[in-house]
């Protein structure tokens, strides 16, 4: 690891640097997958009293709004060289927390579904906005070679916390836990960059170093500049599809409580305390693999692992209807979505060159994680609301989980076309 050569050199503001990438990223997924994907869909259910099919279209519109906003925003930086400027980076990353943080606040004045729109239209610009400017301080702060160790420890941090912190899954719960977590960050990230230290000026040349700059599957082009990997578009539709079948799945399962009630949602800790760390394991294990394997080989676990997963919680509905209280499939899959989530955090960067990182990371991120994943958490909840039994449900989403799995097998080993020139050169 590059962290413990750093460490003997005592070069502490590059650990530090880290520090402050590792706890953003925890925080910014934790602040995702609790108070904005199950805590929305409480408040416009629970609090307000809206229709199912009311809430799933504004989940939908909020995950096309983040992604347009994303995608938007990671272009301009990358077009008007704002990718490269670290320190005005890290000053919209702190315009974003603070943003977040008075929106969290703000959930109260929250009476009705206008006001609900108006606060999902402006969370979904800060988030928009943020994900280029986040995933982009990848090149500023992560060697390459870290990169899957670190977003193992990201993912870790977060399903962990994610898992035993929350003692209820309502809005209330999760905006007090947020709160007590972003002030702190935006008063961090306030004297970071207007205190005295110099610690931003020096974290703001490391893109320049090569250990950083060139990402693990960037190639050299022309007179040796480097070139974004073309499998950027394979690696978003893949991205897109099993974000968007886990969530289809998942949020089914959240409201059936002979799978929640003594798993992800027991009174007690120990069930929770149990799957938060097998959560830990997975990451570990996929921090590992990405590491050190080919990213072939890599997928293959990944969606096998993934795809073997759902097919045993259709088979267990289809078996024994209405599911029982053990953590067996917890446990294989806590396993699965720590794995694709590593991949995730890290794979983005390892694509891109520091000038190109805020739009592929925009495009990745946006595109296959929160539009795949708020467009299947209104389909989800459509299909309820339409009466589809949780039978019928899951095994829809084992048949497009293995649909998946057969693509990936089909786009590794399918022979790719060799022309007659090439295979000259190649002999």
């Known amino acids: 690891m590059v962290l413990l050569r750093l460490f003997t050199q005592r070069r502490w503001i590059s650990v530090t640097g880290y520090a402050l990438f590792i706890g953003m990223m925890a925080v910014g997924y934790y602040y995702n997958i609790t108070l904005v994907q199950l805590g929305l869909v409480d408040l416009g259910q629970r609090v307000l009293g809206l229709s199912q099919v009311t809430v799933a279209n504004y989940m939908a519109g909020f995950a096309l709004l983040t992604c347009f906003c994303a995608i938007a925003f990671g272009w301009w930086m990358s077009f008007s060289g704002l990718a490269l400027r670290f320190r005005r980076k890290f000053a919209l990353a702190f315009a974003v927390v603070l943003a977040q943080t008075l929106l969290t606040i703000a959930l109260t004045l929250i009476t009705n579904a206008q006001s609900y729109a108006v606060w999902i239209a402006l969370t979904a610009v800060a988030i928009g906005c943020g994900v280029p400017v986040t995933f982009s301080m990848t090149s500023d702060l992560i060697p390459v070679r870290d990169r899957g160790y670190v977003a193992a420890t990201i993912t870790s941090i977060a399903y962990f916390a994610a898992n035993v912190i929350p003692t209820a899954w309502t809005i209330e719960v999760f905006r007090t836990q947020m709160l007590w977590i972003m002030a702190p960050g935006a008063l961090g990230f306030a004297a970071l960059l207007f205190g005295p230290l110099n610690i931003l000026d020096v974290l703001a040349q490391q893109h320049e170093d090569p250990i950083y700059a060139r990402g693990r599957y960037v190639k050299k082009g022309e007179a040796g500049r480097l070139v974004d990997n073309p499998r950027i578009i394979a690696l978003i539709v893949l991205m897109f599809a099993i974000f968007f079948i886990d969530s289809l799945g998942f949020l089914r399962m959240t409201e059936t409580p002979a799978y929640m009630l003594n798993t992800w949602r027991a009174s007690e800790l120990e069930p929770r305390l149990f799957i938060g760390s097998v959560h830990v394991i997975g990451a570990l294990i996929a921090g590992i693999f990405y590491t050190r394997m080919d990213d072939k080989i890599l997928f293959l676990w990944i969606f096998g692992i993934f795809a073997l997963v759902?097919?045993?919680?259709?088979?267990?509905?289809?078996?024994?209807?209405?599911?029982?209280?053990?953590?067996?499939?917890?446990?294989?899959?806590?396993?699965?979505?720590?794995?694709?989530?590593?991949?995730?955090?890290?794979?983005?960067?390892?694509?891109?060159?520091?000038?190109?990182?805020?739009?592929?990371?925009?495009?990745?991120?946006?595109?296959?994680?929160?539009?795949?994943?708020?467009?299947?958490?209104?389909?989800?909840?459509?299909?309820?609301?339409?009466?589809?039994?949780?039978?019928e449900h899951l095994r829809r989403v084992d048949a497009l989980a293995w649909l998946l799995f057969l693509a990936v097998l089909v786009l590794i080993f399918w022979p790719r076309h060799t022309t007659k020139s090439q295979h000259v050169e190649q002999n």
């Open 310 to 391: 759902h097919q045993g919680y259709g088979l267990q509905e289809s078996l024994f209807s209405g599911g029982d209280s053990t953590l067996g499939m917890p446990m294989l899959y806590a396993l699965a979505v720590s794995m694709y989530t590593v991949v995730n955090f890290a794979i983005w960067a390892d694509i891109s060159t520091p000038g190109t990182i805020s739009l592929n990371t925009a495009i990745g991120v946006a595109l296959s994680g929160w539009t795949a994943t708020f467009l299947s958490t209104g389909l989800a909840i459509r299909w309820r609301s339409a009466g589809l039994s949780l039978a």
